[in-house]
């Protein structure tokens, strides 16, 4: 593990990555009015926090360091409650593990102010659904006005439309805020290669001179590019090689409590890269932006492709032949390969 700040964006906002490919620094005084980039500390007036981030960027760790920071320090008393849901596989658990806790129960009937941390939201052995139907039902019992909550998810996956307007309703649309956690600096790609015994400099010649950066500032294949390095001193000389090697990557299932419970999703590496390779196509060739993943009729800008419009194809390859359906493309967007802009 490395020693890194990491920052969250707005969900509605623009991840700057202006620093030659890396995430322009927060933290450099003539760079500060230029991000809209926060350490979760800085995000403590929210009541609620929706903390969202594509599979392995290190929502479980950030969220997990400010549950211990705020613990440690205890301004004004707080008290601190961090739950891994993942642990969780009926609503009866879950709520005694919150709701019937002693730092729960002591908070409850005394005059302290809670932080409550809920992480992996998508990777609840409960199923999601139920959570975000608890959550709504359990929280207003308590003293929401002593009360912040912060809850970490998948983006693709975070169950907006059943749980936002709860937390709105509670602490109100100003006291809610949806960030999603922005990628690495080019100070922290410079600390992991030094914490493994590389040359940075050298290590950095590299990265541009094969166009990787984009896989240098994810966590998750950032380490791919250091074992690559470390195995032979440099980079390997293809280009697509590494491309291929990085997206099979982020295709893959990184959480280690869906792979023991074998949760891969419906389809394999392959045919997720494909899949892919699909939606890159239609949205290079046809100029669009994103894929618009919500309802038809809520109005889809005319930047965005229709998640529709993807379904239908029949694929085949070095892998099993299959339909690219609706479940399909969803769950390619799912991957690391891909983030969000807004709701």
């Known amino acids: 593990m490395f020693q890194w700040h990491r920052f969250w964006v707005p969900r509605t906002g623009v991840i700057d990555l202006s620093d030659g490919g890396f995430l322009v620094d927060p933290m450099r005084p003539f760079w500060a009015d230029a991000t809209a980039a926060r350490q979760l500390a800085e995000l403590i007036a929210y009541r609620a926090l929706i903390l969202l981030g594509e599979p392995g960027i290190g929502k479980s760790t950030t969220l997990a ?77 308590h003293p929401t006005e002593r009360l912040s909550i912060r809850i970490a998810c998948r983006t693709a996956v975070w169950p907006s439309a059943t749980l936002e307007p709860v937390l709105r309703r509670i602490w109100g649309d100003a006291a809610v805020g949806a960030f999603e956690l922005a990628p690495l600096r080019r100070r922290d790609v410079v600390a992991a290669a030094e914490a ?61 409590t869906r792979r023991d419970a074998q949760r891969f999703g419906a389809f394999t590496v392959a045919q997720r890269l494909r899949a892919a390779s699909r939606i890159a196509a239609a949205t290079m060739f046809a100029n669009r932006y994103a894929v618009w993943t919500g309802p038809k009729g809520d109005g889809i800008p005319n930047e965005d492709l229709p998640l529709s419009d993807l379904v239908g194809s029949h694929e085949r390859g070095d892998f099993p032949s299959f339909e690219i359906t609706e479940q399909c493309v969803r769950e390619v967007l799912d991957s690391g390969l891909f983030t969000s802009r807004g709701p």
Do not use: M
């Open 65 to 141: 360091e400010e549950a211990a920071r705020l613990r440690a320090q205890s301004p004004n008393g707080s008290i601190s409650i961090h739950v891994d849901l993942r642990a969780y596989s009926s609503d009866y658990l879950l709520h005694k593990r919150v709701f019937e806790s002693p730092e729960f129960l002591s908070w409850a009937s005394g005059d302290s102010h809670l932080f409550l941390h809920l992480d992996s939201l998508d990777e609840a052995l409960l199923r999601i659904d139920s959570i975000a139907n608890l959550l709504p039902d359990e929280l207003p019992r």
């Open 196 to 256: 493994t015994g590389i040359n940075a400099d050298i290590f950095f010649r590299e990265l541009y001179s094969a166009n990787v950066v984009p896989f240098a500032i994810k966590p998750l294949t950032l380490k791919l590019l250091l074992a690559l390095f470390r195995k032979d001193g440099a980079l390997p000389h293809s280009v697509a090689e590494i491309y291929y090697q990085g997206c099979l990557k982020l295709c893959e299932e990184q959480s280690p």
